[in-house]
């Protein structure tokens, strides 16, 4: 059974940092391209970030471009998503995703976790 535990959210002032982890089991994870999506009140999810398996190459919603890096250690089966420069606006629930079923933006994932909430205030 594949699991996606997310950790690492809380409640950060703007400008602060967050770094949110992703722990997966039941996948070969270093097979797996990774992604964070995230999900503010009232609004649809919306992709954050993309990291294929080899890790070689990342992607970025233009919003999160230059404040946001993911990244990921295969050795212990997990994604990262490091948070700076936090604003308001970026409050949401994150969540990963396992391997995506089309476009890696479109949200069509196989797995996904359970989310974690952050709050940036102002």
């Known amino acids: 059974q594949v699991q996606l535990v997310e950790s690492g959210g809380g409640l950060v002032q703007a400008g602060g940092s967050l770094r949110l982890s992703c722990a997966a089991s039941g996948l070969t994870f270093s097979s797996y391209p990774m992604a964070w999506f995230r999900q503010a009140p009232g609004k649809e999810r919306e992709f954050v970030a993309y990291i294929p398996w080899s890790g070689v190459r990342t992607y970025y919603a233009d919003s999160v471009k230059g404040r946001f890096t993911i990244s990921r250690d295969n050795a212990k089966n997990t994604v990262y998503l490091q948070m700076n420069s936090l604003k308001p606006g970026d409050t949401a629930v994150y969540y990963c995703?396992?391997?995506?079923?089309?476009?890696?933006?479109?949200?069509?994932?196989?797995?996904w976790g359970q989310g974690t909430q952050v709050t940036v205030s102002s």
């Open positions: 995703a396992a391997n995506p079923k089309a476009a890696y933006y479109s949200g069509l994932y196989d797995y």
